[in-house]
């Protein structure tokens, strides 16, 4: 069965240290990883995806074949990353399976 | 800059009311989906489109119906709303099945 799994509904860190949002997925196959963000009031839009490798923002994710993991991370959280995260799985019909979330709040 | 447009935004509807949550898109964009949130929820596909004149059913399609007569719009269609039915419902669109997904804001459906 094809899963994503975000274990924490909600994550609260202070202004300046490092945060990490967890994700766990289940795919036969060669999964296509991503993080999706939602801000306050606007829509979800990319963070970034596994096979670009990039450094969006600040965060980072590395995927992780054997514990089936592709975790967010950043070293130094700001207010402004205070945000809903999804990570989502790239499914089989071309849509992508999300999880259910993770609520970011950074305190100053 | 419009992208991905979804009207309304808010709705309250009746048990048994029917109604149309409009989509479209001006990215030229092949894919073409339609997702719901429940709350504390992740989103759930409810019906997706690979090509105009062609759709299919994703995860929760029950209660749905959808068209897509052209590549920009992908209406979906409530026929009996139930209370089940309420949730935040999310158009989405793509060039091809591995690129990047773009959402429209959403639309705050509630059935009472």
Redesign the interface.
Known sequence: AQRVTQPEKLLSVFKGAPVELKCNYSYSGSPELFWYVQYSRQRLQLLLRHISRESIKGFTADLNKGETSFHLKKPFAQEEDSAMYYCALGGSQGNLIFGKGTKLSVKP | NAG?TQTPKFRILKIGQSMTLQCTQDMNHN?M?W?RQDP??????IY?S?GAGIT?K?EVPNGYNVSRSTTEDFPLRLELAAPSQTSVY?C?S?YT??N???????SWLTVV
């Open positions: 991905v894919y989906y997702y504390g929820m992740g989103l759930k596909l997706y690979v299919d994703g999310f989405a793509s099945q591995t990047t997904i773009y959402f429209g804001e959403g």
